[in-house]
């Protein structure tokens, strides 16, 4: 009753308004536990570069530019954190363009682009993407991808993997897939792509030793960009 002697309903109102509270600050707390939790910790860009060896077995660096990079656009520069680019050289003068992609987590939004969208972009034509795989120690294979790319000034020989977590899809279908599979454990992996290239117009030859760089870098590199690069075959 109020002072005036109506009913009063400000304490059951409260009483409905608290409980209505508590229960939609328990479902929000539910719904937080269940959002995917990235795996891997961000990294500084200086520390990635850092990372990356400037010998890699007969090969040495020259520089940082001359490479095919995704097309600057708002959506591009959030789809990775760390982004690092080489040119290396052998004794014989032959030429190897590295790239490496990584962003410590992908939600299902933001993932990884394939260099099949970005030398289109830059002017090239794509001979059909072909799955292969690349030899490692101890008889296993990384799943990768090659094509050649023809431009009007130069053509590339490439040759790619991504890693999610712990898969390495060859397939845009593939990745997707692999960050669903995390996100319903509601986990958000990491993500990589790393691209080896040569300047020329022959795949045969190009190939043996895109195949013995990626070998040698997975030698010369650091435990932790061994992790990042090869995953679980490190």
């Not at 682009?113 to 830059?122: D, K, N, S, T, V």
């Not at 990589?192 to 022959?202: C, I, K, Q």
Request: net charge positive; aromatic share 8%.
């Amino acid at each position: 009753m109020t002072d005036d002697g109506k009913p009063g309903f400000g304490p059951r109102v409260n009483r409905r308004a608290f409980i209505a509270g508590g229960a939609m600050l328990a479902a929000s707390g539910a719904a937080m536990s269940r959002i995917p939790q990235p795996i891997a910790p961000a990294i500084a860009s200086d520390k990635f570069n850092a990372l990356v060896p400037d010998t890699i077995g007969s090969w040495h660096f020259q520089q940082t530019s001359g490479l095919v990079l995704p097309p600057e656009d708002a959506l591009s520069a959030r789809l990775y954190d760390n982004l690092v680019t080489r040119t290396y050289s052998d004794p014989a003068g032959q030429v190897i363009m590295l790239l490496i992609a990584y962003k410590n987590f992908q939600d299902g939004v933001l993932q990884i682009h394939r260099p099949e969208i970005c030398y289109p972009a830059g002017g090239y034509t794509l001979s059909p993407t072909v799955a292969t795989e690349i030899p490692l120690a101890s008889d296993r294979v990384l799943p990768a991808n090659a094509f050649s790319a023809i431009g009007n000034s130069r053509s590339e020989q490439v040759l790619y993997w991504t890693r999610i977590g712990e898969a390495f899809p060859v397939r845009w279908s593939e990745q997707r897939l692999a960050v669903l599979r995390a996100n319903l454990a509601r986990i958000n992996p990491d993500g990589m792509l790393a691209r080896v290239s040569m300047p020329n117009d022959d795949m045969a030859s190009s190939r043996p030793l895109m195949i013995k760089f990626i070998e040698d870098l997975r030698n010369a590199a650091a435990p932790q960009l061994r992790r990042i690069l090869f995953g679980p075959l490190a």
